[in-house]
């Protein structure tokens, strides 16, 4: 696995970013990724606080979102153990004016760590840059404010709460809480962690 970056700039260090059927081009291949990646978030109980839109957690759910062409993985070069891995959904609109929301899970073993901060800042630049995006959406859980908290920190603003937006859940634990990120809030945001915007790093296998 090596890293790329832009024409003109050094590969960077740190977390790499590969988009998954890029990586895995061979279909027989992807799936069993797709497969090792569904048993972790299973067994780490990470779909009802990273996928509460998918209730029945079956890997077809799993499959139905992940296995897109906007779904990048975080790896880390060192133990070459698997960060988490986003993707887009709902993209609707013409470049650059394109809008879209936002699935992810983190493995726990990275919940807290620089190699998860800067593999988020690095898909969300990656995202911005590739689909034209303006606007990325996201709901989290209301109740889980670690996550939305781990979302400001990198400009994601709040709009609204919804109740019972995922109406499979239990009670009030389905209500919900919008977020979104403009690329001009997201430019700012770069600007103020003295990040160069250029920088896209990429990984291919």
């Not at 070069?77 to 699935?103: H, M, N, Q």
């Not at 898909?123 to 840059?129: A, L, N």
């Amino acid at each position: 696995m090596t890293e790329v970056a832009p024409a003109g700039e050094a590969p960077t260090k740190g977390p790499l970013i590969a988009y998954l059927r890029q990586a895995f081009a061979d279909e027989k291949a992807r799936a069993g990724v797709l497969l090792q990646l569904y048993f972790r978030v299973m067994s780490e109980k990470l779909w009802q606080v990273s996928l509460p839109g998918f209730p029945e957690g079956s890997f077809r759910d799993f499959v139905r979102l992940f296995d897109s062409p906007h779904t990048v993985l975080g790896i880390d070069p060192e133990t070459k153990k698997y960060i988490g891995l986003g993707t887009l959904f709902d993209v609707v609109g013409l470049v650059p004016r394109r809008r879209a929301s936002v699935s992810y899970c983190f493995f726990r073993d990275f919940w807290g760590t620089k190699e998860l901060r800067e593999c988020a800042r690095r898909t969300i630049s990656v995202w911005f840059k590739d689909a034209g995006l303006s606007v990325i959406y996201g709901a989290g859980l209301k109740r889980n404010g670690i996550a939305r908290s781990f979302a400001k920190n990198f400009g994601f603003e709040e709009s609204s709460v919804l109740p019972k937006f995922f109406p499979d859940l239990p009670g009030d634990s389905g209500d919900a809480v919008m977020l979104h990120l403009t690329s001009e809030r997201w430019a700012e945001w770069l600007a103020s962690q003295e990040v160069p915007e250029a920088e896209k790093p990429l990984a291919v296998m």
